[in-house]
């Protein structure tokens, strides 16, 4: 078991610069029989031309995203666009897991938040509330989504019937404070009558049909099938286990030498030559690594047992604490500008002429 998850456009291009020219198009116009020498176009101040542009630009914004709210996994995961470059696996790899398994200093992962009601639970209803936890984790902390599971179990709701029976309020109202909460709580009623509708109150047994579920992303399902089904289908990467692949060299773009930009990009390239027996432990050990040494900001490479194999060892370390450093005599400069501004305020302006700091 893993903490509360372990914790993943075709687009068109016209190049009729005459035609864009000549001014606006009307809706339905034919194109092709536009006159060959129109008239000229009336002159438009620079300020009216960016106004038009911008509202053009937010009318296109508006149009993909009516809403106006991002979508949940869209905040951390992108579909990659390929396979790894390579099936060869990096040098060193297995010295480098095995030194972190025996690193002392891990820090305790969460699980899912049903360990404790394995038994109790029917087999239906513990896939159902492994769902659940899956939901409920995405860009929230481990403790937050497994008090919000925990509730929801105390209260009864972990069963599709009970979520499609209960008031979206209430389960707002369980699940606070977990990210997003407004939207996870829209999102489960959602799976709770697509789980009953389609799947007799259960939930979907393949990679591809919890993908459709709402608010599920790559990650998501793949965790789900491997600790709901006992079904390994893929690597769960989550941010820790992205980050510490890219420091380590492990993963890189299709077809490039640089890093992959998202979690889905370095689970296909993980997958391309982690062997798969490693596919589920792999997620555990990297996550504990990544809350205690390898940390997202000034990792503790000097802590780190296998930091002769990463070339991204002291690299970050000293970039964050240079940067640091900076900030801090900029702070002092102008902490002693302002001292001195009011030290001598009373002789430079002594006839009470204001001064702004």
Not at 32 to 37: A, G, K, L
Not at 44 to 56: F, H, I, P, T, Y
Not at 223 to 247: A, E, S, Y
Not at 257 to 283: C, D, G, H, Y
Request: hydrophobic content about 35%.
């Amino acid at each position: 078991m893993y903490r509360t998850l372990l914790r993943m456009p075709i687009t068109r291009s016209f190049t009729k610069k005459s035609i864009l020219q000549q001014g606006q198009v009307q809706p339905g116009a034919d194109l092709s029989t536009s006159p060959p020498n129109p008239a000229p176009e009336p002159r438009v101040s620079a300020g009216r031309k960016r106004q038009k542009n911008n509202a053009l630009k937010i009318s296109k914004e508006e149009t993909k995203n009516p809403s106006g709210l991002p979508d949940i996994e869209e905040l951390s995961y992108n579909k990659a666009n390929g396979s790894a470059v390579s099936s060869e696996p990096p040098a060193n790899w297995e010295k480098v897991l095995e030194g972190i398994r025996k690193m002392k200093t891990l820090e305790p992962v969460y699980s899912l938040g049903v360990d404790e009601t394995d038994s109790s639970l029917p087999p239906k209803e513990r896939r159902f509330a492994v769902l659940l936890s899956a939901l409920l984790s995405s860009l929230t902390k481990d403790k937050v989504a497994d008090g919000a599971l925990q509730r929801l179990l105390q209260n009864g709701l972990h069963t599709a019937e009970a979520i499609d029976k209960a008031d979206e309020a209430t389960i707002k109202d369980l699940i606070y404070p977990v990210a997003f909460y407004t939207r996870k709580a829209c999102n489960m009623k959602k799976i709770a009558k697509i789980c009953l509708t389609k799947y007799d109150g259960d939930i979907p047994s393949s990679l591809d049909e919890l993908l459709a579920l709402p608010g599920i992303g790559p990650k998501m399902a793949n965790m789900v099938m491997t600790l709901g089904w006992f079904n390994v289908q893929g690597i769960c990467v989550d941010t820790h286990v992205h980050r510490i692949c890219n420091r380590l060299g492990w993963v890189t773009q299709p077809g490039t030498k640089q890093k992959t930009s998202s979690p889905e990009q370095t689970r296909e390239a993980l997958q391309r030559w982690l062997p798969k027996e490693e596919w589920v432990r792999i997620n555990p050990l990297l996550v504990g690594f990544g809350q205690t040494i390898c940390t997202p900001l000034r990792p503790r490479c000097g802590m780190c047992t296998v930091s002769e194999f990463c070339p991204s060892a002291f690299k970050e370390s000293s970039t964050s604490s240079s940067k640091s450093k900076k900030s801090g005599k900029r702070q002092i400069l102008g902490l002693n500008l302002a001292i001195l501004g009011r030290t001598f305020y009373p002789l430079i302006f002594p006839f009470g002429c204001r001064l702004v700091l």
